[in-house]
């Protein structure tokens, strides 16, 4: 199935079959995010994290990008 970033637009091709795309038919997630944004943003909050000045809320359960 197809799939829009919802940063970039950049529609990309994910597997029918897949956990994210059972669960983005099912609106257990809202959005999508490709391989190169979600890359950035992990780089970013990591840099974000190493100074000290940011606190992490992660949500632990059902959640794909873990
Ligand atoms: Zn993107």
Same mark, same amino acid.
Not at 51 to 59: A, H, I, L, S, V
């Given at each position: /199935? ?26 257990r997630?809202?959005?999508? /995010? ?15 994290l ?17």
């Amino acid at each position: /199935m197809k799939a829009k970033c919802i940063l970039c637009d950049q529609v990309n091709d994910i597997k029918g079959t897949s956990l994210l795309a059972k669960q983005l038919r099912k609106r257990r997630v809202l959005s999508y /995010m490709c391989d190169e944004c979600r890359d950035r943003i992990d780089k970013k909050t990591a840099e974000r994290l190493a100074t000290g000045n940011f606190k992490e809320y992660r949500q632990k359960k059902n959640d794909p990008y873990i």
